[in-house]
């Protein structure tokens, strides 16, 4: 099996790039998560690596956010499994010590969208057809307090509320307008963007700056941390429903069906 996501590092600036590449859409599967997890961990522990880009190989997509077959017609055993893998990934993004960088070239709807809410910043590819949301609402779930507490952090409360209640999902320039991204520039720019932006922000001494991102994130990582097991059970439960489970399928059903 090839790997799901290729990391090259560059010792002389420190930063690393992290390229997605799990065909088609960069779905977060179970084992999307685990490599994701182990080639960041790897990172933090590198001393010599202040900054990280997360970027995608696939044409048109950033991520689809998290696998769909994960949620469907699994056991609840395999539910919880994968969505302890969903909470490993937020807690260890959010909570990184690298300067952090989106650099979203492609359409990054739910947990794509909140994988690029856990960086510093994020620069968007000006395509109108690429869009960027938490879209839960959409397939009949709902985005656990986590997520909503990492966009409240990034837009406020009353954006968010909008935002969530309806599904809603943004062209790059809505995002730019609500800050959902911060910065948007030609789809071959990105990435150059990215490292320019990366540049500015390791001229700030790191201890200062890790202390500060802690401190304004800390209160949302420590909720999950100390409702791990809770969170898992909710899920599972939630997501188990068959109720629930009838939304995704009709969902799939959509998603097959809409090819364009
Ligand atoms: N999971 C699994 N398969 C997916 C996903 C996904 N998230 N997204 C797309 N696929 C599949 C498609 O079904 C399709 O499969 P096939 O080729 O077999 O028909 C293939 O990937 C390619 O997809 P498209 O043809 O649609 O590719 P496009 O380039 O036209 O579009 C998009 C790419 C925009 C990413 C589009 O695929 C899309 O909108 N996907 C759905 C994205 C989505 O809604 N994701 C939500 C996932 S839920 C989530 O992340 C948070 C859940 C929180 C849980 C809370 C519960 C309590």
């Known amino acids: 099996t090839t790997a799901k996501v290729k990391v090259d590092f560059d010792k002389s600036t420190g ?13 977060l599967s179970l084992d999307f998560l685990t490599e994701f997890c182990i080639s960041l961990e790897k990172l ?16 048109k997509v950033f991520s689809a956010g ?22 490993e990934m937020w807690l260890k993004l959010y909570s990184s010590s690298m ?4 650099a979203i070239n492609g359409s990054s709807p739910a947990g794509g969208c909140l994988m690029s809410l856990t960086c510093d910043y994020r620069i968007m590819a000006d395509n109108p057809r690429y869009s960027i ?20 952090n990034t837009v406020g409360h009353r954006t968010t509320e909008i935002a969530l209640e309806l599904g809603l999902l943004y062209n790059p320039q809505d995002a730019l307008k609500i800050g959902l991204v911060d910065h948007v520039v030609p789809q071959d ?25 802690s401190m304004m994130r800390k209160p949302a990582i420590n909720k999950l941390r100390s409702n791990r097991e809770a969170d898992i059970q909710n899920f599972v439960s939630f997501i188990t429903k068959d109720s629930i489970q ?13 090819k364009r």
């Open 15 to 27: 930063i690393a790039i992290m390229h997605m590449q799990s065909p088609p859409v960069n779905s």
């Open 44 to 59: 933090e522990m590198d001393k010599s690596c202040r900054g990280l880009i997360i970027t995608s190989s696939q044409p």
């Open 66 to 87: 998290l696998d769909i077959m994960e949620m469907y017609g699994n056991s609840p055993e395999r539910c919880g499994e994968f969505w302890k893998a969903v909470q």
């Open 99 to 102: 300067v952090t960088i989106a």
């Open 133 to 152: 949301g938490l879209n839960e609402t959409q397939l009949g779930i709902v985005a656990p307090f986590w997520f909503k507490e990492t966009m409240v």
């Open 189 to 213: 720019q990105v990435l150059t963007a990215a490292t320019e932006t990366m540049a500015k922000w390791l001229t700030v001494p790191d201890h200062a700056r890790q202390i500060t991102k």
């Open 246 to 258: 009838k939304s995704l399928g009709m969902y799939l059903e959509m998603l097959k069906k809409r």
